[in-house]
């Protein structure tokens, strides 16, 4: 019995999990992408930019050919948006379900199940006071189901419910907003400090453009080294405990038409959702494999 069942005063092997992108390069370079085999929650309030991420999440995963799965509490998720993003949907599980209890269960189906690689909970759009009467035991039983396994849980919520069980707690918020009206932008106090020329509120003609956002890390297991550069100088301690980007509303943006889709405060920029295959072009190709096996 000691070779096949361990001690139990011994200590695991605390091996770095394996991360992967989340699509969005700030992120990415700021808390190192989502663990596998681990529990990861990103909260904030409504436009905070969670469905973007979810959507940027999803598209990396999805076209590299990795099963996925979704389930959805609220019944929110529009896959004709998912699908102008990048993600493929052929590869994605949509669960819609009414109701927390319905949702957590259909999710504990999912993770028992296996053959996912990468399986969301959105409960961002739950209210408040049900989620808080989620007990903790749940959580604990979520992140001891994956564990020491290749599957990545991330939830989306409005307050962080997971707590100590989730191995990476993002809290993401928007700083401003950007209107497609000419001399319109920023609606905030945030968005006068971003060295725009005017801050006025937008008309009702105008059109949501894209935004600032932020994001902290909240609680994380595996300490993240962010790489630097020798002659580039430090950043201040603000810049060390946020990551600003910036979202469009046309994923399909390019520079020529005015910046990447996707970038960051801190001199890097990324072309994320424009990289990644269109899904027609996925379907097409799989349909001339199948015609031609040769």
């Known amino acids: 019995m000691a070779g096949r069942v361990p001690a139990p005063f011994r200590l695991r092997d605390a091996a770095p999990p394996v991360m992967v992108s989340t699509g969005i390069a700030a992120l990415d370079e700021f808390a190192g992408g989502l663990p596998r085999g681990s529990l990861t929650e990103i909260y904030g309030s409504p436009c905070a930019g969670k469905t973007s991420i979810l959507h940027s999440a999803l598209a990396a995963r999805t076209c590299a050919s990795e099963a996925c799965a979704l389930v959805d509490a609220q019944d929110a998720f529009d896959p004709a948006s998912s699908q102008a993003s990048g993600v493929f949907l052929p590869k994605l599980l949509w669960v819609r379900s009414h109701g927390l209890e319905q949702a957590f269960r259909c999710l504990d189906l999912v993770l028992q199940g296996g053959g996912f690689g990468f399986v969301v909970l959105d409960i961002a759009d739950a209210p408040v006071r049900l989620v808080r009467k989620v007990p903790l035991n749940v959580w604990f039983r979520l992140r001891r189901t994956v564990e020491d396994t290749s599957t990545i849980l991330l939830v989306f919520s409005q307050e962080s419910n997971a707590k100590m069980c989730a191995s990476l707690v993002l809290r993401v918020e928007r700083e401003a907003a ?29 059109l949501l453009d894209g935004a600032a956002h932020t994001a902290e890390v909240v609680r994380a297991l595996a300490k993240h080294k962010r790489p630097r550069v020798i002659d580039q100088p430090s950043f201040k301690n603000s810049a060390e405990a946020h990551a600003r980007f910036r979202l469009h509303a046309n994923p399909w943006r390019t520079a020529a038409e005015g910046g990447p889709y996707m970038s960051t405060s801190i001199e890097n920029s990324t072309t994320c959702s424009s990289d990644l295959p269109f899904p027609k072009d996925l379907e097409e190709e799989q349909e001339e494999r199948m015609q031609n096996p040769g």
């Open 178 to 206: 950007e209107w497609s009206g000419q001399g319109q932008v920023g609606t905030s106090a945030a968005g006068c400090s971003t060295g725009k020329s005017a801050c006025a509120t937008h008309t009702p003609g105008c």
